[in-house]
Nanobody
Framework: QVQLVESGGGSVQAGGSLRLSCAAS????????MGWFRQAPGKERERVAS????????YYADSVKGRFSISHDSAKNTVYLLMNALNVEDTAMYYC???????????????RGQGTQVTVSS
């Protein structure tokens, strides 16, 4: 089993930045991919970014390319999401996810955290 705990959410004005963290514990050696999803009220869950832990290949939603950056610290078993130039459309609950193999856009990663709220005001 793997446990994921997110932190770093909060409220920020448009144009600001936040960095989300997701600490993994348990059988972390089984994780092949980690990602961030978000879900706003009334909207479907969306894959924001993901990273293969072996190759460090990264993937981003078109809506965040050039503004968000995902990274992984293997020593801390932690994945980060640096979010710059935030806008009100980025307001959502952000979830960390992990999977042994899958790194795609579907939300059915094997493990998921509880989420951290990001609110961007104009």
């Amino acid at each position: 089993q793997v446990q994921l705990v997110e932190s770093g959410g909060g409220s920020v004005q448009a144009g600001g930045s936040l960095r989300l963290s997701c600490a993994a514990s348990g059988n972390t050696y089984t994780i092949g991919c980690m990602g961030w999803f978000r879900q706003a009220p009334g909207k479907e869950r969306e894959r924001v970014a993901s990273i293969y832990l072996g190759s460090l290949s990264t993937y981003y939603a078109d809506s965040v390319k050039g503004r968000f950056s995902i990274s992984h610290d293997s020593a801390k078993n932690t994945v980060y999401l640096l979010m710059n130039a935030l806008n009100v459309e980025d307001t959502a609950m952000y979830y960390c996810a992990a999977d042994p193999r899958y790194c795609g856009i579907r939300a059915d990663y094997l493990y998921r955290g509880q989420g951290t709220q990001v609110t961007v005001s104009s």
